[in-house]
């Protein structure tokens, strides 16, 4: 193989994340990055903000949002270097009503194709009472937005209002969720529902089909919801319908989450190169 600096004939379809960084890799801007990579598409960051763990403090977060106007510069290098050739991105933590005002301005800047939204509110180990100023400034500055929002059990309880204890209350908040953005839904039950299968919802306003595929364990993996945002982001990106694009994201995700790499942390993490 040679690496010539020609332009070659074909180019990668542009994907964007809008994300925090995970520090130790498994989650955050790193899982998008790695996604997009092993699905095909060129991936981009414009950092939100840097998570740390503390290995002295039970492994809880330790969060820095980068400032403001740094978010909206590394959205207009963006935006000026792929003009004409970004229409999909995916926008993961944001933590902070300021950080949202700041990219639902940059996303109101120009038309997409696909924003695909996973609306993280809050990460393992977080207090729920710490998301909720920015759980309302999401739902009005950025969830109108969404062409594709991929709510966890938590996130789907805290869109759609109800509590959801089943298959069925996750259909239905699926319904809910996309009455009131207009989005396609895929609402996720993880590991969080009992039964074999992990179970998620996926709703268009038309289709409503349960999709599922046997758990992987019981305990929740680092990145999955990243990762599978991410993969639902490089298929529509690619030209995938929706349901294809969410169908292949939850194999890609499964796949991942069977090739874990385990650390000193008491999580695993999902390993993206599983092909590899
Ligand atoms: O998995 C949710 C998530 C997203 N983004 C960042 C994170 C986490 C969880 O740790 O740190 C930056």
Redesign the pocket.
Known sequence: MSFSAEATATRPAVTLTI????ATGG???QADLKTFQELGTYGITALT?I?AFNPNDNWN?RFTPVDPQVIADQLEAIQACYAGSLDTVKI??LGSPATIKTVSAALKSQDWKNVVLDP?LI??GQEPGHALDTDQALKADVLPLATFVTPNHFESESLSGITINNVEDLKEAARLIHRASGAVVLAKGGVRLDGPDAVDVYFDGETLEVLSAPKVGEVAV??A??SLAAAITAELAKGAAPLEAARTAKAFVTEGIKARVSSNAPFDALWQGFAN
Request: net charge neutral; hydrophobic share 30%.
């Open positions: 994300a925090g960084s995970e989650a955050g801007a903000c998570v977060h993961g933590m993280v990460c393992k680092s990145g919801g990243c």
